[in-house]
């Protein structure tokens, strides 16, 4: 099992960013998947999943993001736009398989395969 994160990179506030996530070693459909965020000092938070075919969001991205996924493409889509200087973190995605069944999808001690993370700075 094999996530890639791509995508990350410097904005202004306002701007757009579009991560991408390749996996490999496994299908789409099979996995809960979602993207991650830690900012410096902070701990790792869920910032939007896909489980069990439901889209969740943190609240403070509601509006502004939008998760979807390319089972062709084996690949997770995080469109951002209207970025913040509070959105800057690394960017981690994150899958667990279905079959095992989660309580918090937000939960990032829900998942057991990890990306190595994009860098997202968001500043004037």
């Known amino acids: 099992v094999q996530l890639v994160e791509s995508g990350g990179g410097l904005v202004q506030p306002g701007e757009s960013l579009r991560l991408s996530c390749v996996v490999s070693?496994?299908?789409?459909?099979?996995?809960?998947i979602g993207w991650f965020r830690q900012a410096p000092g902070k701990e790792r938070e869920g910032v939007s999943c896909?489980?069990?075919?439901?889209?969740y969001y943190a609240e403070d991205v509601k509006g502004r993001f939008t998760i979807s996924g390319d089972d062709a493409k084996n690949t997770l889509y995080l469109q951002m736009n209207s970025l913040k200087p509070e959105d800057t973190a690394v960017y981690y995605c994150?899958?667990?398989?279905?079959?095992?069944?989660?309580?918090?999808?937000?939960?990032?001690?829900?998942?057991?395969?990890w990306g190595q993370g994009t860098q997202v700075t968001v500043s004037p």
């Open positions: 994150a899958a667990v398989p279905r079959r095992l069944g989660i309580r918090t999808p937000l939960g990032a001690h829900e998942y057991d395969f």
């Open positions: 070693g496994f299908a789409l459909d099979y996995y809960n």
């Open positions: 896909i489980s069990d075919g439901i889209t």
